[in-house]
């Protein structure tokens, strides 16, 4: 027998190895094109298989070669440590930079922002126009009582989670569910209320649930940041008077799910909890979702005897103490036409209306 063959064979071996080693090593540290600027973004769902990521790379022009990517990741094992989300890759990226990327677990984060004074319905659609949930399901589970103490709130429980949705701009990865979402805005909420609310609120007589009702009526009724203190004024002074707070938004909110737009005089009369026409109190809860300063409005209300207040149709308000002074107000700022020409909501939709005709 020939010594020397063992001896060959082994050192072919080892050549051919390192021979692979080195075409193994260039392809994964190469990538297709290092001076693009595209990107694509790659979703690894439950379930997905490997060779339907790797089709997608293909299609979206990733990698300059669909196998040897499928049997680099394979043979280094990073199919087995996908993770969920939606992640942003490049074809200026190596092979194991984008195999790095697909099992890191860091997502691509989208932003969604929940504006002061949006409503629980305007939020449920926001997630559903981001693609993070469906619209029902978030209602659903803001009007869940089960999910609602996980939230944290205690009996009397408030009966949904308006109120309670802090708006802010977050930042979400595709994975997140609705539960999670609505979790994250509950503990923002709960992370800006203050020890000293509770103490204020006491004072005011009134429950932390109640001021926030109270803030969110504020928050809708302010075009002017600068008058939050001097609206939640008006509401304390009718409330200790137990006159009806008579605001056309809390109106609207009880009716949002067959409101049309329009609110009409047998609106007002409308028999619903949220009705301050109708109920003689602040209404059953919150009507949108506050942001801190109009919360901070209602605990500590602007000093004045105003009762009364209308739009001048900028943003700002004319507050009068008499209903007659009041009556004057509305009929200079509302009723005389000129006074709103150009400036009022309702004379901007019609203009609107007519271009689109």
Not at 27 to 34: G, L, N, R, V
Not at 45 to 60: D, F, M, Q, R, Y
Not at 248 to 254: L, M, V
Not at 262 to 274: A, C, E, G, Q, V
């Amino acid at each position: 027998m020939n010594r020397s063959l063992p001896v060959l064979i082994t050192s072919v071996g080892l050549g051919l190895l390192l021979l692979l080693g080195v075409l193994g090593y260039s392809y994964t540290h190469e990538s297709k094109d290092k001076n693009s600027t595209t990107t694509a973004i790659i979703e690894v769902a439950k379930g997905t298989k490997p060779l339907e990521i790797v089709k997608k790379l293909e299609t979206e022009k990733m990698i300059s070669s669909a196998s040897r990517f499928y049997w680099t990741g394979k043979i280094l094992g990073y199919w087995g440590k996908l993770k969920m989300g939606e992640y942003e890759v490049s074809p200026k990226m190596t092979t194991l930079e984008i195999l790095n990327i697909l099992t890191s677990g860091i997502s691509v984060m989208k932003t969604l922002t929940i504006p002061e004074g949006d409503n629980m319905y305007q939020v449920a659609e926001k997630i559903s126009e981001k693609g993070f949930g469906d619209a029902q399901e978030v209602l659903d589970l803001c009007r869940d009582p089960a999910f609602i103490r996980r939230m944290g709130f205690n009996d009397p429980l408030p009966p949904t989670l308006e109120g309670y949705l802090y708006p802010e701009s977050y930042f979400l990865n595709k994975t997140i569910t609705v539960e999670q979402i609505l979790s994250q805005m509950v503990k923002t909420f709960h992370n800006h209320w203050k020890k000293e609310f509770d103490t204020r609120a006491r004072e005011l007589k009134l429950t932390p649930h109640q001021v926030v009702t109270l803030a969110s009526v504020i928050e809708k009724e302010t075009g002017a940041a600068s008058e939050r203190p001097m609206i939640s004024s008006v509401f304390h002074n009718r409330l200790r008077q137990h006159m009806k707070l008579q605001s056309d938004p809390t109106t609207i909110y009880g009716l949002w799910e067959n409101y049309s737009g329009n609110i009409h005089k047998k609106d007002l009369m409308s028999k619903t909890p949220y009705n301050t026409y109708v109920v003689a109190a602040l209404p059953i809860g919150p009507i949108s979702n506050p942001g801190i300063e109009a919360i901070k409005a209602a605990l500590n209300p602007a000093t004045s005897e105003f009762l009364f207040f209308v739009s001048h149709n900028d943003g700002t308000h004319e507050f009068t103490k008499t209903f007659k002074d009041h009556q004057n107000a509305v009929v200079k700022f509302q009723i005389n036409k000129g006074a709103r020409d150009g400036k009022s909501w309702r004379d901007l939709d019609k203009s609107k209306r007519a271009n689109q005709q």
